[in-house]
């Protein structure tokens, strides 16, 4: 089962953006289940959105908004995926808009 996880950080206007390749092995399809965790700093919210898609565009599915505070993680579902590779991407913002707000995703890859 293939894991991965993403760190990223704001820039000095608060927002975030991050693609990453995730490679799903064997011919079957997998439960994608992914987890936002809002590392620091303290009062802060996120406001997100979150696609997974086949690097090839088929298929193709739903982009997925989330919102957590610090020290806060939300479950963001699970997510059927074809095996091979795919586009992980992440962005948003923090409210109130912070520089260097630290978020972790956490991807985990099932059947």
């Given at each position: 089962m293939p894991k991965l996880t993403v760190e990223m950080g704001t820039d000095e206007h608060g927002y975030f953006s991050k693609t990453v390749p995730f490679n799903v092995p064997g011919p079957a399809?997998?439960?994608?289940?992914?987890?936002?965790?809002?590392?620091?700093?303290?009062?802060?919210?996120?406001?997100?959105?979150?696609?997974?898609?086949?690097r090839d565009a088929m298929p193709l599915n739903q982009e997925r908004s989330f919102v957590l505070w610090h020290s806060e993680a939300v479950q963001l579902g699970s997510w059927r995926l074809d095996g091979g590779a795919h586009i992980i991407i992440v962005r948003g913002k923090t409210n109130p808009a912070r520089a260097n707000t630290r978020l972790v995703l956490e991807i985990d890859a099932g059947w």
């Amino acid at each position: 089962m293939p894991k991965l996880t993403v760190e990223m950080g704001t820039d000095e206007h608060g927002y975030f953006s991050k693609t990453v390749p995730f490679n799903v092995p064997g011919p079957a399809g997998a439960a994608v289940c992914l987890t936002v965790t809002l590392l620091s700093p303290f009062a802060t919210g996120i406001w997100g959105k979150l696609d997974i898609d086949a690097r090839d565009a088929m298929p193709l599915n739903q982009e997925r908004s989330f919102v957590l505070w610090h020290s806060e993680a939300v479950q963001l579902g699970s997510w059927r995926l074809d095996g091979g590779a795919h586009i992980i991407i992440v962005r948003g913002k923090t409210n109130p808009a912070r520089a260097n707000t630290r978020l972790v995703l956490e991807i985990d890859a099932g059947w």
